[in-house]
Nanobody, 110 residues
Framework: QLVESGGGWVQPGGSLRLSCAAS????????MKWYRQAPGKERELVAG????????NYGESVKGRFTISRDNAKNTVYLQMNNLEPEDTAVYYC?????WGQGTQVTVSS
């Protein structure tokens, strides 16, 4: 099971940190990913962290602004989002293989 939290409303230029708490498996053994889906758009990959060595990858639109990380002791994956833009408004989902969380809404507006 994956449970996301940390979404909310923030003004442009602000920051949020999303959390994805996993149960039933260990996040360090899976390729953990964050996706997002904005209204009327397809779901897109935002960031991923590979199970071995913790290598990370990012979507082009968030490179340099977002950072994915994990805390193995807490079995949780995070997405630190800085310098948020209105275009980042979406529902953010945590994913591991075919397992999805319920999503958390992020709204960026003034």
């Amino acid at each position: 099971q994956l449970v996301e939290s940390g979404g909310g409303w923030v003004q442009p230029g602000g920051s949020l940190r999303l959390s994805c708490a996993a149960s039933g498996f260990t996040v360090s053994s899976y390729y953990m990913k964050w996706y997002r889906q904005a209204p009327g758009k397809e779901r897109e990959l935002v960031a991923g962290i590979v199970y071995n060595y913790g290598r990370t990858n990012y979507g082009e639109s968030v490179k340099g602004r977002f950072t994915i990380s994990r805390d193995n002791a807490k079995n949780t994956v995070y997405l630190q989002m800085n310098n948020l833009e209105p275009e980042d408004t979406a529902v953010y989902y945590c994913n591991a293989r075919d397992l999805w969380g319920q999503g958390t809404q992020v709204t960026v507006s003034s």
